[in-house]
């Protein structure tokens, strides 16, 4: 880095003259704001060449450089090992005597270094026209004395090269040595309230709105989510307040003498307006005051102390709605007036989907589900990049047997997840007539085809895993494009329609026996007795697949099998085993380190648990014969038939996976074949077999296709079920939204006023929530803590010996969830469709996994 200007080492913030590489972009907007006459809370910058002069005296270039050149894009772990590796170079670090003077001296110009401080990053790569950055590094509030500084200076140093913020660059294609980070010193305004402004409407893009979001106290409650904020819609023209929501707020952010945390509201404030309606508007007219000045939308925060407004940053806005002409939209809502849920599948398929990912699940869906559809309606889809089944397709194909719409609900519940009451389930247009028409031939198709599929099931789930590695393999040293594409069409393709075929074979095995064996032992024992005695489903002699990786990291454990024993078994299982852009955990990343240590952290068995398991199915057992003595045989013979079926399908839908590894080697293969790398999974399919043949003309759409998917993959998750047309960016900017249901109709369903879902596993515990919405982010889960979260699959299953119980908002009695949390006797609610947005980490809940229910005892950060 010593090839780079030298500048000042610090710089007051009313000086005009600075320049985006001396102070980054955060600290030339408020440079710039300053210099307008803008309120701006007062302090000084410390620049770029600081941090250079602290990196080299300290010799950390090189050594920041190497830790970068370990990462990859779709290895997120090698991201998060980098980040820990910097992170420990900076803390380990002397600041030099230069710096540490120039800063104490700065602040002790503030107010003889007794006055509380804001500390923001502001890198060189931020809070620009087209890449905001925002959230990437770091920002700490209330910092008080010369050593707190000091300090917090360093830390947000180290935050330039956070994993998030190096996934980012990486993204946007941002060469890591080009990019320095300064650090904005302010003085710290006493916030009796704080927000957000738009000078745009985010929902609508329009431009003659102001929005403003408003919460008491600092504004890290509505920055980090933790509250719902007042929402105010200003007309631009008029300067009229034109749309006004007040919503409760509970919880704010307030200084404490070691930084800042979360209080509750008093109660006399809580539905109370944050600002009067002429706050609001001369809020607004320094908001259109702030985009006359820069020349377009802004993103702005604000603070309000004793009747007087300041403005604390001020970005571009980079996502408005409407106005993204070279992005691609994916979003099958679209296409007509349907209901949409990721329940089941689209727990399997949780991510956001590569196009190239996208358009192997059409084949895996059109071969394993062929009767999920009726030409031209398709039975699932792409919305905003995720996968949704339509049940506006299932339930026409049901009432065309007769099934009317409670009989249906009643039906799939057990799948799909409850549906609220009163939510309508919209039908194709189609006639009875025209449905029978279509479907009947694919279905005397698929039919014959199972028949024939279930006599080979036995023999080829056997051969699959080694006829999987074999591919791979070949694949990995094909050597010209052309052979490529002959082994894709000899052996890749057939193998993988095969492998969708056996699921389809594996998945019509006693018809809806899973269904209705859970529905008959419920009149029998109840919900608790009937989720215990359907356990036992992982055996010696009969794994359940869903547990495999687990049981394959406890017999790595006790020296049972080895590394490449368990690569070879369960290598292909992962969180995102369906997006082919991600390593899998046979593929040397250190996911099984990870989980090891979240094992031994953990300090539980899971022979133990399922031990402990199988006396509590005993004592069921003892219960049922107690009550139906003559009944027990039979019930014997059909839970049997019952864990057959479910092992069975299992077994294929992990061979499913480890052809989609096969499918990674090959996409990888032709990426390296054709010089476009990783950009091929932004292709399509058929477009990639295109490339190999010497077409290319599918590449010119790839940047449009990152910026799609890098905007789809910002957003949250979107709720598990969906009716109409929906818009991902509106959904989100709205702080209103819901988690478990959008309406594009506005019919106004009712909210849960409380957290209830389907009882997963039986069981009553009492702990700290921790939310936690990635795999990625299961080393925070502590032991004993009650998991909360989204949705998980079997790559979330090693955390599950962690928990003390599990708590989902999409899922259903045969959910993934469900099944492992009973077999290992943890006490669970899924399917709650609000947990993961009504519960917060530290808040203290009660989990009754008999009635499906969470009760919030202590908010976190709340005294009793």
Not at 504 to 518: C, D, H, P, Y
Not at 576 to 586: C, D, N, T, W, Y
Request: charged share 20%; net charge negative; proline share 5%.
């Amino acid at each position: 880095m010593s090839d780079k200007k030298t500048f000042p080492l610090v710089l007051p913030l009313n000086d005009a003259s600075v320049t985006l590489e001396q102070v980054g972009g955060k600290g030339a907007s408020l440079a710039r704001l300053v210099a307008a006459g803008l309120p701006v809370p007062s302090g000084f910058q410390v620049t770029t060449s600081a941090y250079r002069c602290f990196v080299n005296e300290n010799g950390l270039q090189e050594k920041i450089m190497a830790a970068v050149a370990t990462v990859t894009a779709d290895h997120p772990d090698t991201f998060d090992n980098a980040s820990r590796l910097i992170e420990s170079l900076f803390a380990n670090s002397v600041m030099p005597e230069g710096v540490n003077r120039a800063i104490r001296q700065a602040y002790a110009q503030l107010g003889e270094g007794k006055t509380a401080v804001a500390v923001r990053s502001s890198a060189t790569a931020e809070d620009l026209p087209e890449l905001s950055f925002a959230g990437q590094q770091e920002t700490y509030l209330n910092m008080l004395g010369e050593e707190m500084v000091l300090a917090a200076v360093q830390r947000c140093w180290a935050s330039l090269w956070t994993s998030r913020a190096m996934d980012y660059r990486a993204r946007h294609q941002i060469p890591s040595e080009d990019v320095s980070l300064a650090v904005v010193i302010q003085e710290l305004v006493p916030a009796d309230a704080a927000g957000v402004l738009f000078t745009a409407n985010p929902l609508s893009g329009a431009r003659d709105q102001v929005v403003i979001n408003a919460a008491w106290g600092l504004g890290e409650a509505i920055v980090s989510g933790k509250v719902n904020p007042d929402t105010m819609v200003v007309d631009k023209i008029s300067m009229k307040i034109i749309e006004q929501h007040i919503n409760q707020k509970n919880v704010m952010t307030v200084r404490t003498p070691e930084g800042t945390h979360e209080e509750a509201v008093p109660a006399d404030q809580r539905v109370r307006a944050v600002l009067s309606p002429g706050q609001a508007v001369e809020l607004a007219r320094l908001g259109v005051k702030i985009e006359g000045l820069y020349g377009q939308p802004m993103d702005i925060e604000w603070a309000l102390h004793t009747d007087s407004m300041f403005i604390v940053q001020a970005r571009p806005i980079t996502t408005l709605h409407g106005h993204n002409p070279a992005m691609e939209e994916w979003n099958d809502s679209l296409g007509g007036d349907y209901l949409w849920t990721n329940g089941n599948l689209g727990e399997a398929i949780p991510d956001v989907m590569t196009p190239c990912t996208w358009s192997l699940v059409q084949i895996f869906m059109a071969d394993a589900m062929a009767t999920s559809s009726v030409a031209p309606y398709l039975g699932y889809g792409n919305v905003g990049g995720r996968f949704y089944m339509n049940l506006s397709v299932a339930a026409s194909l049901a009432a065309t047997f007769g099934l009317n719409r409670k009989r249906f609900v009643k039906l799939t519940e057990e799948v799909f997840g409850r549906l609220p009451e009163g939510l309508e389930i919209p039908l194709i247009p189609m006639s009875r007539w025209g449905v029978l028409r279509k479907l009947v031939p694919v279905a005397i198709r698929v039919m014959r085809r199972v028949r024939a599929n279930q006599k080979r099931l036995p023999e080829f789930l056997a051969a699959a895993p080694e006829h999987c590695e074999t591919l791979r393999a070949r694949i990995n040293t094909t050597p010209n494009a052309g052979d490529l594409l002959e082994l894709w069409h000899n052996e890749v393709l057939p193998f993988f329609h095969d492998c969708c075929y056996m699921l389809e074979a594996a998945a019509k095995q006693g018809g809806s026996a899973l269904i209705f064996v859970r529905r008959n032992l419920r009149k029998m024992v109840g919900e608790s007795d009937t989720n215990t005695l359907l356990t036992g489903l992982s055996t010696s002699a009969n794994q359940l697949a869903s547990l495999g990786p687990l049981i394959g990291l406890t017999q790595l454990t006790h020296g049972e099998i080895d590394r490449a024993t368990f690569a070879r078994r369960y290598g292909h299982r992962s969180p995102h085993e369906f997006e082919v852009s991600i390593a899998r955990p046979g593929e040397g990343t250190d996911w099984i380190d990870q989980q090891l240590a979240g094992l031994k952290e953990a300090k539980v068995d899971i022979t133990v648990l399922l031990q402990r398991q199988e006396s509590t199915r005993t004592a069921a057992w003892e219960r049922l014969s107690a009550r139906y003595p003559k009944q027990v045989a039979t019930v014997h013979r059909q839970i049997d038939r019952w864990a057959m079926i479910a092992r069975n399908r299992e077994v294929a839908r992990t061979e499913v996976i480890r052809i989609f590894w096969v499918l990674r080697a090959f996409a990888l293969r032709a990426g390296e074949l054709t010089g476009q790398g990783e950009n091929i999974f932004f292709l399509a399919i058929g477009e990639i077999l295109a490339l190999l043949s010497g077409e290319d003309a599918s590449v010119v759409i790839i940047p449009a296709r990152r910026k799609a998917y890098a905007h789809y993959c910002a957003l949250p998750p979107y709720p598990a079920l969906i009716l109409g047309h929906f818009d991902p960016s509106r959904w989100a900017a709205d702080p209103e939204r819901r988690g478990d249901i959008f309406d594009a109709r506005g019919t106004g369903l009712a909210k849960s006023q409380g957290i209830t879902g389907f009882p997963g596993a039986a069981g009553v515990v009492e702990g700290r929530a921790r939310v936690i919405l990635t795999a990625e982010e299961g080393e925070q889960l502590q032991p004993g803590e009650i998991l909360i979260t989204t949705v998980t699959n079997v790559g979330w299953t090693p955390l599950f010996p962690r928990a003390a119980a599990v708590v989902t908002d999409v899922g259903a009695p045969l959910s993934h969830a469900a099944i492992v949390a009973r077999e290992l006797g943890i006490p669970a609610v899924v399917g709650c469709g609000n947990a993961t947005m009504r519960l917060h980490t530290g808040d203290l809940v009660r989990v009754n996994g008999e009635l499906g229910t969470v009760e919030v005892l202590q908010v976190a950060g709340v005294l009793p």
